[in-house]
T-cell receptor, first 115, second 115 residues
Framework: AQKVTQAQTEISVVEKEDVTLDCVYETRDTTYYLFWYKQPPSGELVFLIRRNSFDEQNEISGRYSWNFQKSTSSFNFTITASQVVDSAVYFCALSDPSGYSTLTFGKGTMLLVSP | AAGVIQSPRHLIKEKRETATLKCYPIPRHDTVYWYQQGPGQDPQFLISFYEKMQSDKGSIPDRFSAQQFSDYHSELNMSSLELGDSALYFC??????????????FGPGTRLTVL
């Protein structure tokens, strides 16, 4: 069975601080996909990144960066110089590519960025 | 680009009533997924369809049913509504097995409130 753990329930930072959201996953599959989604107060799920299990390169997109470490089954997400607009719930998710596989989400981390 | 359309966006029902949620996938997408997100919870997979056939089933209550029509839109029917059914219901669509590679595109969600 697949499982995603986001140990941080809530994080509060002050604007311009860097913040890292942790994600640890469990799967027996050798091929799988990892994701991060952002859910602002308005409720929609905003796709941020997808990473497949064979690509362990870290990725940077503007103020966002992701650290995929297969050895520790972690896929952490860092926001550099956080802004108030980053305040949201962030979900890490996992899927396996067999057939019409669904996404397994972590419980989410609520990030509150104060001015 | 066209996105996934869900209607209605908000719905208020009384206990024991029925509700029907609709999902219109991205054009040419043939796979639809339904997720339920309770307050403060992560999205939980309910059911999915590929080419009008059920492709996978998650934690969908027996009081709920769903189907996918010939134009690929899907409807989630919920009967004997309970207070605990109050949630945000997401529909996602994908092209065939691409959903298993995480290429699921989420709609904005329908917020159901049961009074």
């Amino acid at each position: 069975a697949q499982k995603v753990t986001q140990a941080q329930t809530e994080i509060s930072v002050v604007e311009k601080e860097d913040v890292t959201l942790d994600c640890v996953y469990e799967t027996r599959d050798t091929t799988y996909y990892l994701f991060w989604y952002k859910q602002p107060p308005s409720g929609e799920l905003v796709f941020l990144i997808r990473r497949n299990s064979f690509d362990e390169q870290n990725e940077i997109s503007g103020r966002y960066s992701w650290n995929f470490q297969k050895s520790t089954s972690s896929f952490n997400f860092t926001i550099t110089a956080s802004q108030v607009v980053d305040s949201a719930v962030y979900f890490c998710a996992l899927s396996d590519p067999s057939g019409y596989s669904t996404l397994t989400f972590g419980k989410g981390t609520m990030l509150l960025v104060s001015p | 680009a066209a996105g996934v359309i869900q209607s209605p966006r908000h719905l208020i029902k009384e206990k024991r009533e029925t509700a029907t949620l609709k999902c219109y996938p991205i054009p040419r997408h043939d796979t639809v997924y339904w997720y339920q997100q309770g307050p403060g919870q992560d999205p939980q997979f309910l059911i999915s369809f590929y080419e009008k056939m059920q492709s996978d089933k998650g934690s969908i209550p027996d009081r709920f049913s769903a189907q996918q029509f010939s134009d690929y839109h899907s409807e989630l029917n919920m009967s004997s509504l309970e207070l605990g059914d109050s949630a945000l219901y997401f529909c996602a669509s994908s092209l065939g097995e691409a959903g298993g590679r995480g290429e699921q595109f989420f709609g904005p969600g329908t917020r159901l409130t049961v009074l």
